[in-house]
């Protein structure tokens, strides 16, 4: 199995600036993409960013130009760095790998508040 652990969520005024970052252990070479996810209050949760193991960047259209995912391989680590926040960027950010093909593991969240 695989276990993430992710850091890095506050409280940011708009226009701020987050980084999140996510550690992964446990079967940490049968993973492939690695991604965030948030969820707003009574919302379902969206995919924020994606990434692949070979690098390859996938972005919901709500934050492109402004949220960069980036990942090292021999950290573990998937990091998503935001800039020009806003307050509807305000959710619990989760981190996800999908590993061994067909399963997935999520982490804890982390809470992201971005006040206007």
């Known amino acids: 199995q695989v276990q993430l652990v992710e850091s890095g969520g506050g409280l940011v005024e708009a226009g701020g600036s987050l980084r999140l970052s996510c550690v992964a252990s446990?079967?940490?070479?049968?993973?492939?993409?690695m991604g965030w996810y948030r969820q707003a209050p009574g919302k379902q949760r969206e995919l924020v960013a994606a990434?692949?193991?070979?690098?390859?960047?996938n972005y919901s259209d709500s934050v492109k130009g402004r949220f960069t995912i980036s990942r090292d391989n021999a950290k573990n680590t998937v990091y998503l760095q935001m800039n020009a926040l806003k307050p509807e960027d305000t959710a619990v950010y989760y981190c996800?790998?999908?590993?061994?093909?067909?399963?997935?593991?999520w982490g804890q969240g982390t809470q992201v508040t971005v006040s206007s």
């Open positions: 996800n790998a999908r590993y061994s093909f067909v399963s997935n593991s």
């Open positions: 446990g079967r940490t070479g049968s993973i492939s993409t």
């Open positions: 990434i692949t193991r070979g690098g390859i960047t």
